[in-house]
């Protein structure tokens, strides 16, 4: 389920504020999208008397108006000596227009390697989700990465993500506390294989959030629920932070591959690198119009990741995916509950394939994903059934970016799905049946798990075939005859009953295609 956790009460322009040396402002633009950095914010060693003993802590009021840059950073003087840096923030939520959006401000920080688009200097991330964060070498706030907090010019980063028409104004504290650091922890991470049955159909749901981001589930808590669910594997996917990485080791085993990643979550849309390489941070502070997405897209696959667009036709602020197609290996066709949102993204992937087709170009294979949160969301709704060589990362993702999948709205539901010609020719999900344009071609659905539901095949032609209502047992075999000629693809669909005729039902499960012909 895409959601938009901002608490929507919902830059260029004038800003003000108190603090050592917030006079001082520049807009820039940094490859990326534009930026305004506020002044510097500094501090000394010592010991205020009104403050506890070895912390010293300073106060950033301002305001940021209508049409703000998307991410205002205010540079932090960090002296010799600082165990820990912790920063508390609040803002307005003024009454709006109906139809008008409120304020809504994120929250990160950079360390003294600076902001540089891609770079090094990224040390946390908690968008709207919470108020207050701390760094240190032993440990950080969810979201957040440890290690020691060394001296130089940090930057706390702004996201005004919606600004009311009235302004938005922020309080920022930030508290610095003296002393050794602590000892820092080396990550540990989760496998990269789990035992597996060989090649086999594997059920896995790759879009899930956990209390490192916005979610509210700990990693042990969306583990548990994965086995529950059936599911083989799973990918983490925070938004924008790669902070989770090293808490999922304790959670996998034998049964359960636990591949890990990130949501980046641009102001355009947002896409799930997926099974990265551990700690891998993909960068997200840019816009479709800054021509700067390709870049990273081949960063997730230099970190043995795929590059999966998620939610397509969401329509929560900047949840729409406005990259274009051309650099992904996979999209998310299938997000959480089954929407109207979802329903526009299987008709738009369909006429991704139908292009792909008439072009001769490669095709996109779809996938399905929980975008599980919290409770009640239910993890494995829907879950993407891959065949695969075996219970790898590797194997999986192979699997996937070839598509060999299905996607299932639960683990109750289990298709197979096959392509035969006249002379034993035969083809299974994602591959291509190499017969000539006139010969007869047997299509063949077997379904289990979805009683009262029909089955549609479509093509590049669109739905060529519905079946009856499949029985209580919800178990059934659907068969359909075709050519090449006809059907340049054919992929299934398993639908419950419609609610609003003459809207198809919600789906049950669906395959990626069948190519036919040579």
Known sequence: MCEDDHDHG?????????????????????????????????????????AAPGTETKTVRGTLPTGSPDFVYLPVEIPDGVRELRVAYSYDRPSVPAGTAGNALDIGVFDQRGTELGGKGFRGWSGGARTEFFVRADDAT????????KPGTWHIALGPYTVSPQGLSYEITITLTYGEPGEVVPPVYPPERAKGRGRAWYRGDCHLHTWYSDGRRTPA?????????????????????????AHWADQAGDDL?????????????????????????????????????????????RA????????????????????????????????????????????????????????????????????????????????????ADDLTREAIQEGLKAGRSYVAESKSVSLTFTASGPKGEH??????????????????????????????????????????????????????????QYAAYVRAEVRHEAVLAPLPGALAAFTNPIFLGR
């Not at 260029?12 to 520049?26: F, I, K």
């Not at 086995?227 to 790669?242: E, K, P, Y």
């Open 10 to 50: 919902s830059g260029t322009g004038s800003v003000t504020g108190t603090g050592s040396g917030l006079g001082r402002r520049a807009l820039f633009v940094s490859g990326a999208a534009a930026a305004l950095t506020l002044g510097s914010v500094t501090f000394s060693h010592g010991t205020p008397a009104e």
């Open 221 to 245: 808590e969306i583990a548990a629920l994965a086995r529950a669910a059936g599911l083989d594997f799973i990918n983490s996917s925070d938004h924008n932070t790669q902070s989770a990485h």
């Open 142 to 149: 969810p979201g957040y990465l440890p290690g020691p907090v």
């Open 304 to 387: 043995g990741g795929l590059v999966v667009p998620a939610h397509p036709h969401a329509t929560c602020v900047g949840c729409n995916w406005k990259f274009g197609f051309a650099d992904a290996d996979a999209v998310e066709v299938w997000n959480g509950a089954y929407s109207p949102e979802d329903e526009v993204a299987l008709a738009d992937w369909d006429g991704m394939l139908v292009a792909s087709v008439r072009e001769g170009r490669g095709w996109i294979p779809a996938m399905g994903n929980s975008d599980a949160h919290r409770d009640p969301d239910p993890v494995g709704v829907p879950q993407t059934v891959v065949l």
């Open 427 to 484: 083809a299974d999900i994602g591959g291509r049946l190499k017969v000539s344009k006139d010969a007869p071609v047997t299509v063949r659905l077997e379904v289990t798990g979805a009683p009262r539901c029909t089955v549609r095949f479509v093509t590049d032609q669109g739905v060529l075939f519905t079946s009856g209502v499949l029985p209580v047992t919800g178990a059934g075999a659907v068969e359909w005859r075709t050519t090449a």
């Open 257 to 301: 591959l636990i591949m890990v990643g990130e949501e980046v979550t641009t102001r355009n849309g947002h896409v799930v690198a997926l099974g990265t390489d551990p700690g891998t941070f993909v960068d997200w502070r840019y816009r479709a119009r800054d021509n700067r997405f390709g870049k990273y897209a081949r960063q997730i696959r």
